[in-house]
């Protein structure tokens, strides 16, 4: 994408968040490009995941496209909730003191590592931390996983089938928390807790972001006998 294009689309979506919805006429009129070339960046952005249209009748002939920003386009804006998290964690240390608050994170990833089981479901070790993976993803983590060999190697997905191993690195390039860990780093103890409990499996940190590594990394493996 050239930064003409980005710069475009930037502006369709600023445009959508500030008036909620548009047509590709108005978008022309105001963004001072011919129609043609607004529907083009309408289209990919629809392919992106990060429009959505509907179609308006006003009467006999084709009817006229509505475009909005869908969920995954609003989250492109910059969001300080978790700065908001942190500060609302202060106020309640201060109000009801460390122990209490630990308490409180500790059942928020209790409830969170249910709602994953219950999302995951039954299949092998595989097919449930590729649906981990994908719930990562979807919460805003740059999440990736491949399997690994005893002795804790890459093994070559080319060789193997990564659908079918027991033990596997699950990576995690960003943290959607990361503010409130650096203040908070209990909270990746209840992780952990959290994707074991998910997994139902066990699992061990390998790298950690808040030591100033640039991933967060898992090894995941069959509970012991």
């Not at 179609?55 to 475009?67: E, F, K, L, Q």
């Not at 503010?179 to 699992?203: N, R, W």
Request: net charge negative; proline share 4%.
């Amino acid at each position: 994408m050239t930064t003409a294009q980005h710069s475009t689309k930037q502006d369709i979506l600023n445009f959508l968040l500030k008036h909620g919805q548009t047509t590709a006429q108005e978008l022309a009129e105001s963004l001072e490009i011919s129609p043609q070339a607004i529907r083009r960046h309408l289209k990919d952005l629809e392919a992106e995941g990060l429009i959505l249209h509907e179609a308006v009748h006003t009467g006999v002939g084709r009817p006229n496209y509505v475009y909005v920003l869908s969920k995954q386009g609003r989250e492109q804006f910059p969001s300080r909730h978790d700065e908001f998290a942190v500060s609302l964690l202060d106020t309640l240390t201060e109000t009801v003191g460390v122990e209490q608050v630990g308490s409180i994170l500790r059942k928020q990833w209790e409830r969170k590592a249910l709602e994953y089981r219950d999302r995951i479901g039954l299949g092998t070790l595989a097919e449930r931390v590729a649906k981990l993976v994908d719930l990562r993803r979807q919460e805003g983590y740059m999440a990736e996983y491949y399997p690994v060999s005893a002795e804790g190697t890459p093994i070559d997905t080319g060789k193997a089938n990564p659908k079918t191993g027991d033990r596997f690195i699950l990576t995690e390039y960003n943290c959607a928390i990361s503010h409130i860990a650096e203040s908070y780093p209990s909270v990746c103890g209840h992780e952990l807790e959290m994707f074991l409990v998910a997994l139902d499996c066990q699992v061990e940190r390998t790298h950690w972001l808040v030591n100033g590594e640039h991933r967060c990394g898992y090894l995941i493996q069959p509970k012991h006998p």
